[in-house]
């Protein structure tokens, strides 16, 4: 059993709605839409997210709230027999692989934030971006010590519990993070030629949909959520037996669509506006944002908002991977034993990633499988395991638990009625792992 549970309701909301909203949907999203041809990517994904993501979403949180217990305990206490609990180390796994090459780019942010504090970033010399950022992410020093710096912000945070770190620090981080966003909206919607970059964000050319617009959106909607890896599952786990989990799930996802909708009509004027390119790919923010903002008056201090906002948004991802690692670990010993794993745990993630961090600056020429580390990291976790993980748990769910459980744990406390049940359990039972197998097998 969950010894902590969550203070309130909107405490977890936030957290929730936390670890989905980071480097996925502020970072990622745009640079492939950018790459998959605006628009019409961002409507896959949005059908995605409202139909597969929050069926799936719903059943992390069935399975967490019904047994009230993290990632390993979950699977055994529906399945005591056979080695259902698999699943969950699966997800500690992923989560740990996922969190060692997240938390470097979370070390970029910081070292970027610290370099435009200094007003460096958004006039380097020569006026080339791409050296500036190629500087500074082979720079070990920089980058090692940012990308420490990162961690040590996780585990400070971790190691206060659920109320008192998770929770508290959510609750502040989110509703900053949404004003800070809304002002840069403002701020990019202003600009001259602004609108050519919301209409390439936000119609949709239907001819650019491909086969592997869809692929690529179907795994941006379970990363954007955090699917597949039992860390909805453990959030779930300290709720209460009342709240009325379809809700919850409608505002974790309602929130995750709000910022990706911000954070396209942050990115996209100011690309257009500023005649530059949208398929930059992964440098797209950083390369393209401290061009965009060096146009402006007040440049850097709105590089830097960007760059406090995506720090925030990394961090409340960040600590449920930790979190989902560090609470089987410290099961039944919560008080005595949580600083310690938690350090414990963090620094090891960091030094899981140091050939990660490396993978742009002295490792830049080891290849393995033909890319460098880090990219070949991030493939295995966001193509493999968390696709593995969703497939798993979807079936696991839908077809383990007793369905006077299933109905009991997802209608108590809302209003809808058999219908709404009957069509969440066909989806889990059979369109969400037929859409992930037809997925595996287009990647072979
Ligand atoms: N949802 C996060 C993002 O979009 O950046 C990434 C993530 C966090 C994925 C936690 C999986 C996870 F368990």
Redesign the pocket.
Known sequence: MATEHWRSRIGFILAAAG???????VW?LPYVAGTEGGGAFFLIFLVLLLTLGSALLLTEFVLGRHTQEGAIRAYKSVAPKGQWQLIGILGMV??FL?LSF?SVVGGWIIAFLVRSLGGQVTSPPDGDYTALFAAITSNPWEVGAAHLAFMVMTILVVQQGIRKGIEKASVYMMPALFILFAVLVVRSLTLDGAWEGVVFFLQPDLSAISGSTLLEALGQAF???????S?MVTYSSYLGKSENLPRSAWSVILLTILIAFMAGLVIFPGVFAFDLQPDEGPELIFTVLPAVFGELAFGEMFFLLFMILMLF??LT?AF??VE?VVAPLIRGKEKKNRVKMTWIVGLLIFAMGIPSNLSFGLLADWTVFGDIFFNQIDYLVSNIL?PTGALLISLFVSWKMRKVDLREELLRGSQRGPMFFNIWLFTVRYIVPIAIVVVFISLI
Do not use: E, P
């Not at 990363?223 to 890896?229: D, H, P």
């Open positions: 670890s989905a909203i980071g480097l996925g949907t990622r992923s989560a996922l997240y990363f954007s959520l955090s699917l597949g890896v860390v948004a990394t991802s449920s991977l989902i968390l």
